[in-house]
């Protein structure tokens, strides 16, 4: 189980990089902290795990798409994630 909103520590950002249909945005974009090399350059797009945010609409509900990666170091470091409510993981999906 992952901690979510209203746990402390709360992880419940997921680095997902999508956008809500699931595709990559474009080049000019960066949502992948340049595709996942960077901890200072770029933002993440992140969703929510728990499909809760801080209002009641679709982004914050959104488990791939709630809002990208930010803080004082440029949204991609790890204290940066921590922010948000992250911790830089990825997680794994599986559907039978």
Sequence with gaps: MIAGRGWNPNW????????????AFPPAEDRTCRNWTSSTKGAAMVGHIDRKGLRDDAESKS?????????????CSQSDLKGTGGNGLFYCFAAN
């Excluded at 419940?12 to 595709?23: E, K």
């Excluded at 488990?63 to 949204?75: A, F, K, Q």
């Design 12 to 23: 419940h950002d997921v680095l997902t990089g999508s956008t809500a249909d699931g595709r």
């Design 63 to 75: 488990w791939n798409t709630s809002h990208p990666s930010r803080g004082p170091d440029g949204g």
